[in-house]
Nanobody, 111 residues
Framework: QVQLVESGGGLVQAGGSLRLSCAAS????????NGWYRQAPGKQRELVAS???????NYADSVKFRFTISRDNAKNTLYLQMNSLKPEDTAVYYC?????WGQGTQVTVSS
């Protein structure tokens, strides 16, 4: 049974930082491309960052140079380091591989 469990969300002031984690079981993150997505109220879910099996990363323009995606293969865990957070980063953040999704973790950035 595949399970993805996100953690690390919370309330932070603008300019602050958070680190999200996504622990996987029943699936191996390092074999394939993984991604972090987010969904704000009334908006579609969007890709924030991705990392492929070779460690190559890709970012949405809105988070470039502020967010960093990484993966610990030994722990089978995906991370998203978020710096210089803005109110528009407020959303539920989800990790993903193929059709598998976590339950999401809420990130709220106050101005």
């Amino acid at each position: 049974q595949v399970q993805l469990v996100e953690s690390g969300g919370g309330l932070v002031q603008a300019g602050g930082s958070l680190r999200l984690s996504c622990a996987a079981s029943g699936i191996t993150f390092s074999y394939n491309r993984n991604g972090w997505y987010r969904q704000a109220p009334g908006k579609q879910r969007e890709l924030v960052a991705s990392i492929d099996s070779g460690g190559n990363t890709n970012y949405a323009d809105s988070v470039k140079f502020r967010f960093t995606i990484s993966r610990d293969n030994a722990k089978n865990t995906l991370y998203l380091q978020m710096n210089s957070l803005k109110p528009e980063d407020t959303a539920v953040y989800y990790c993903n591989q193929f059709s598998f999704w976590g339950q999401g973790t809420q990130v709220t950035v106050s101005s």
